[in-house]
């Protein structure tokens, strides 16, 4: 099994940056990808980013694409989530995510961490 647990969420003003960190163990963590979702109060848990085992391959979504960047250390068993120009649509609860193909599964991905909240000022 693969356990995950994020940090790094926090209040930030609009414009500003964050970067949150997924720290991850389990046997077979390295040959999954990881990834990241949000979801914000009333709305549905939605895909952000993704990288590929070998961090060669990422993936983002519209919404976020130029803003944040998504990498990992597969020594430290760790992925991070730079994000920069931070707006208020931004804030959500932000949960780490691991599955053989994060597109695939989207929101039935097979291993989440406990989610760490992000918070954008006006």
């Known amino acids: 099994q693969v356990q995950l647990v994020e940090s790094g969420g926090g209040l930030v003003q609009a414009g500003g940056s964050l970067r949150l960190s997924c720290a991850a163990s389990g046997r077979t963590f390295s040959r999954y990808e990881m990834g990241w979702f949000r979801q914000a109060p009333g709305k549905d848990r939605e895909f952000v980013a993704a990288?590929?085992?070998?961090?060669?391959?990422?993936y983002y979504a519209d919404s976020v694409e130029g803003r944040f960047t998504i990498s990992r250390d597969n020594a430290k068993n760790t992925v991070y989530l730079q994000m920069n120009s931070l707006k208020p649509e931004d804030a959500a609860v932000y949960y780490c995510?691991?599955?053989?193909?994060?597109?695939?599964?989207?929101?039935?991905?097979?291993?989440w961490g406990q989610g760490t909240q992000v918070t954008v000022s006006s």
């Open positions: 990288i590929s085992w070998t961090g060669s391959t990422t």
């Open positions: 995510a691991s599955d053989r193909n994060i597109y695939v599964a989207g929101r039935e991905c097979t291993y």
